[in-house]
């Protein structure tokens, strides 16, 4: 069964331009957060995603980013005109809430770090 | 709202010696604890988890927590280091919210393993 796949690995991006994350999720999950880490920091959360839906976006900068999971295909986080500040890792993670309260596990994918020159 | 605390940022111990990494949450409630382990350059990988019962938690690569309730702590213990736990190391925290499992993080503990 294969882990989270993110994707890009690694994205250099210039500033002002657009950055597209990836992410598919475990087989069976239905449920996606995407992290940020920041160099020297702790992992932050950004969002929270079912199928379709934006559950939880209370992470997010309020412009610039923006999250999707379509019903098919992976889910998007996408950065437009970056500034050096975006320059981070990201993560996301996915579990198969059952929404029976906290007993669900994120796995993580390897993360997508984002270098923005 | 709550909150995670690693006291320590950075921790060097000698192969083979005992370790022990803290951990102190913030939260009214018993949370959901979490400790994952992130080796360089790669995501993080769960060592062990807590949401009820024995408070004593058993994990993978001969990890363990305990969680006490009393001090709001759920450190993270292991009887001998070997030099691949060099990492860097996060407690986490959820505050259930029928479905919404947002992870909240300490800022890490990097460990070191000197010969």
């Known amino acids: 069964n294969a882990g989270v796949m993110q994707n890009p690995r690694h994205l250099v991006r210039r500033r002002g331009q657009e950055a597209r994350l990836r992410c598919s999720p475990m087989?069976?999950?239905?449920?996606v957060y995407w992290y940020r880490q920041l160099p020297e920091e702790g992992l932050k959360f950004m969002v929270y995603?079912?199928?379709?839906?934006?559950?939880?976006e209370s992470g997010m900068p309020k412009e610039r980013f923006s999250a999707e999971f379509p019903k098919e295909g992976p889910s998007i986080l996408r950065i437009q005109q970056v500034v050096r500040g975006d320059s981070a890792a990201y993560f996301c993670?996915?579990?198969?809430?059952?929404?029976?309260?906290?007993?669900?596990?994120?796995?993580f994918g390897p993360g997508t770090r984002l270098t923005v020159l | 709202a709550q909150s995670v605390t690693q006291p320590d940022i950075h921790i060097t111990v000698s192969e083979g010696a005992s370790l022990e990494l803290r951990c102190n949450y913030s939260?009214?409630?018993?949370?959901?604890l979490f400790w994952y382990v992130q080796s360089p350059g790669q995501g993080l990988q769960l060592l062990l988890k807590?949401?009820?019962?024995?408070?004593l938690v058993q994990g993978i690569k001969g990890f363990e927590a305990e969680f006490k309730r009393s001090q709001s702590s759920f450190n993270l213990r292991k009887p001998s280091v070997h030099w691949s736990d060099a990492a860097e190391y996060f407690c986490?925290?959820?505050?259930?919210?029928?479905?919404?499992?947002?992870?909240?993080f300490g800022t890490g503990t990097r460990l070191t393993i000197i010969p």
């Open positions: 939260y009214g409630a018993t949370p959901y």
């Open positions: 993670a996915s579990s198969p809430s059952r929404s029976s309260g906290g007993q669900d596990t994120q796995y």
């Open positions: 807590y949401f009820s019962g024995d408070t």
């Open positions: 995603l079912q199928k379709e839906n934006i559950i939880d």
């Open positions: 087989k069976g999950h239905s449920h």
């Open positions: 986490a925290v959820v505050i259930s919210n029928f479905g919404n499992e947002k992870l909240t």
